[in-house]
């Protein structure tokens, strides 16, 4: 599999490189080629697979090549044997016809465990065959850097350093960072806020000469194994509730647009998908778009889903390849009219988002009221993220006889303001294995935000 740059003018990888790639030379974000096509008879013939079994099978084609099938098979059984429900990403039913996807089920309580336990043993792997030793480097306002951390504990080649606001994260999350305590684990408290944390990271990248010589790896969202780990899911719901000979719906609550352009993968890849709804917070720029067609940065909002607190979405850069008939210098004009000016695009392109994407944007105050709604119809408590999915579903949805799954993206306990405030007068408690989280040791650096004193740090603290 050979994957290319949406801005066309950058040489194609294969997967073991773009694995090690953060952004393209040229700008862009890396996608496959061609993407593989399973048939409907393929598809259905997977109904009531184990979920690694289906991982296997819908993931193979994009690493294969790269990564023997038996290394990767033993990758996956690794990966989802940490999550704590033998289904993997169960689903629950929330009313007739509609259902919530569980995919908070793994060692830090949100989504991002889906993809990168499974980017930090591919990692290992990648590493070790190349007698190689990378350095990761990531900024966090909360679930991210916990999901890397765990992620790539193990991995003797990789030392991973996150950056997060110093007194700006909540306890649960910052705690879920610092006390993994691993030789190769270094947290960073910054005395400044998210942005100045994410500045200093993408200041490294540009220059890493600090490293002399020592690749720096990124993790965030536009790593491509990332996305790919997240298309499996959107296979298994559909499969429970009847796919591929049924279509299903999905709603997604969007930050970065990671996990909902796995879904639309999911379908160019044969999934039968009815419609998928983009559920943003306050921070609108993309349900602006879809509904719209008006593409407009805006400041950024703090808000009580603080994971889609974001104002760019990196990887609608990817939709966007496609919407422009995957004509990367095409787009690379777009991309660079819209620093200038935002705005439109041609209506035919974004007809052609339309028939596939709705969206939502859910306030605050509404958010908190579906919590409160949907725990007095069936006393399951939702995060806040979760809460937006379930209200987009709930206005956008074009179908009720077609299945419609709200992705619930993290646990309640991570987000217990939000709980407090809708009033459900219950607290969440963290599940068994995260129980004495409070009572562990902690250990994390804080330092001013200077980037100089950063790199000095990293430099005296990784191990080759
Ligand atoms: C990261 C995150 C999101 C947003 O996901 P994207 O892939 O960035 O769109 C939504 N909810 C939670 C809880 C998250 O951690």
Redesign the pocket.
Known sequence: MKYISTRGSAPALGFEDVLLTGLAPDGGLYVPETLPRFTQEEIASWAGLPYTILAFNVMYPFVEGSIPENDFRLMIDETYAVFDHTAVAPLVQLDQNEWVLELFRGPTL???DFALQLLGRLLDHVLKKRNERVVILGATS???GSAAIEGCKHCDNVDIFILHPHNRVSDVQRKQMTTVLGDNVFNIAIEGNFDDCQQMVKDSFNDQSFLSGTRLVAVN?INWARIMAQIVYYFSASLSLGGPSRSVSFS?????????FAGYLARNMGLPINQLVVATNKNDILHRFISQNDYKLEGLHHTL?P??D?MV?S?FERLMFDLYGRDGLALAGQMEAWKKQSGAIEEYRWLAARKLFDSCSVNDDRTCEVIKEVFDQTEYLI?P?TAIGVEAARICRRDGSIPMVTLA??HPVKFPEAVEKSGVGITPELPHHLADLYERKESYEVLPNNLSEVHAYVVKHRRS
């Open positions: 949100a989504f991002k909360g679930d991210t969202s997604v609550p969007t930050g970065n647009f990671g996990d909902i889903s994971s889609m974001i979405s990887n995060d993220h993206t993290a």
